[in-house]
C-alpha cells in the first residue's frame, strides 16, 4: 500500500472510530528546509485550533509489519488521549492572538535561507548572511514540553506591531535565554560516557533549552569574549538549527576538513528539519562579526 493509500485509509477508519463530533482530513505540513509531513487534521466545532497527527512515522511501522488496525487505534488513541484539550488550545490560541501574552516568549530562529523560499514567503523574516532570521513563539505545557510556531504575517498583523518591534523583543529575551558555551567534553561527560577520552578543543554554543541555540551566533559579544579568553578567532560549524560547534583557529583545520566535518554531521546524524548548513561560518574577534568562512 503506497502512502498516499494509508492517508486515505486510515483517515476513513479514523472517522469512522470517532464519528461525527469530529471532521477528519488530511493535512500536508510544510516543515524546515523544504521537509513536508503529512497526516490527519481534526476539527471540532467548540475547538478554534484544529491539531495535526503525522503519519509518516506510524506507516513506517505498518511497513515493517504492524496491523492496520493496530495503526488506526494509535492515531485514535493519541487524539483520544492527549484530548487536544480546549482548555490548553483555548490557552494556545489566546497567546497566539495576544501580543501581550506572547512577548515574553518570542525568541529567534536560524534557517537556511534557499532552502525555506517557500516556507519564507508567509513568515516574517531578515536575511542574515546565508540565512534566514526569523522569529518563533515558544510555549511550554504543564509537563515541560515545549511547542514552537513560527511568526508569520498573519500573526504579525493579529498582534497589530511591527517588524522592528518583533525582532526588539526576540533580541531582548536572548538575554534571559541562557545562551552559553560549553566544553564538548563536558557535554559528553555528562551524557553518562565514563571512560578516556582524547582532549578536544571544540566547545558547543546553544541555550538552556537547547532550542533554536544556534541564534547564539548572533550574540556577538559572547563570541567576543569567548575569543578573547582564548585569544583565538573561531570556526563556527552548524552542528544543527539547535546549536553550533565553535574550534579555535589554530592554523589546524583547512576548508576541506571542516566542510566534510560538517557534511557527515548532515548526512549521518541530522535530520532534513534540523539542517542549518553545509560549511563552515567564522567568528573574528577583531571585527567582532561572524561571516561565511
Given amino acids: 500500500m503506497s502512502f498516499e493509500e494509508f492517508t486515505a485509509f486510515m483517515r476513513e477508519k479514523v472517522q469512522l472510530v470517532l464519528g461525527t463530533d469530529v471532521i477528519v482530513a488530511s493535512k500536508s505540513v510544510l516543515k524546515n528546509n523544504g521537509t513536508r509531513l503529512q497526516g490527519l487534521e481534526f476539527f471540532k466545532e467548540t475547538v478554534r485550533i484544529s491539531p495535526v497527527i503525522y ?10 509489519g504492524r496491523s492496520m488496525a493496530d495503526c488506526v487505534k494509535e492515531v485514535c488513541s493519541l487524539y483520544t488521549v492527549n484530548q487536544w484539550e480546549k482548555e490548553k488550545t483555548e490557552k494556545i490560541f489566546h497567546m497566539i492572538c495576544s501580543w501581550e501574552e506572547s512577548r515574553t516568549k518570542i525568541y529567534p530562529i536560524l534557517l537556511p535561507y534557499e532552502k525555506n523560499r517557500e516556507l519564507l514567503k508567509n513568515v516574517i523574516h531578515k536575511k542574515y548572511l546565508d540565512l534566514a532570521l526569523c522569529c518563533c513563539l515558544t510555549l511550554e505545557d504543564e509537563e515541560r514540553n515545549n511547542m514552537s510556531v513560527r511568526v508569520t504575517k498573519g500573526i504579525l498583523q493579529q498582534w497589530e506591531i511591527s517588524e522592528e518591534d518583533l525582532f526588539r523583543q526576540a533580541y531582548e529575551n536572548m538575554q534571559i535565554a541562557g545562551y552559553h558555551i560549553i566544553n564538548m567534553m563536558q557535554i559528553i561527560k555528562e551524557c553518562g560516557f565514563e571512560g578516556e577520552m582524547p582532549a578536544t578543543k571544540m566547545f558547543v554554543l546553544t541555550n538552556r533549552k537547547q532550542l533554536y541555540g544556534a541564534a547564539g551566533i548572533l550574540e556577538t559579544d ?27 583557529d589554530e592554523g589546524r583545520f583547512g576548508e576541506s576538513l571542516l566542510k566534510e566535518m560538517i557534511m557527515d554531521v548532515n548526512e549521518n546524524v541530522l535530520q532534513e528539519e534540523d539542517f542549518l548548513a553545509d560549511h563552515a561560518y567564522y567568528f573574528d574577534r577583531e571585527k567582532g562579526e561572524v561571516r561565511v568562512a
Fill in 222 to 248: 559572547l563570541l567576543k569574549n569567548f575569543s578573547d579568553r582564548i585569544g583565538k578567532n573561531l570556526f563556527i560549524l552548524p552542528s544543527s538549527i539547535h546549536e553550533v560547534i565553535l574550534i579555535p
Fill in 55 to 64: 503519519l509518516d512515522g506510524i506507516y513506517k511501522e505498518y511497513e515493517r
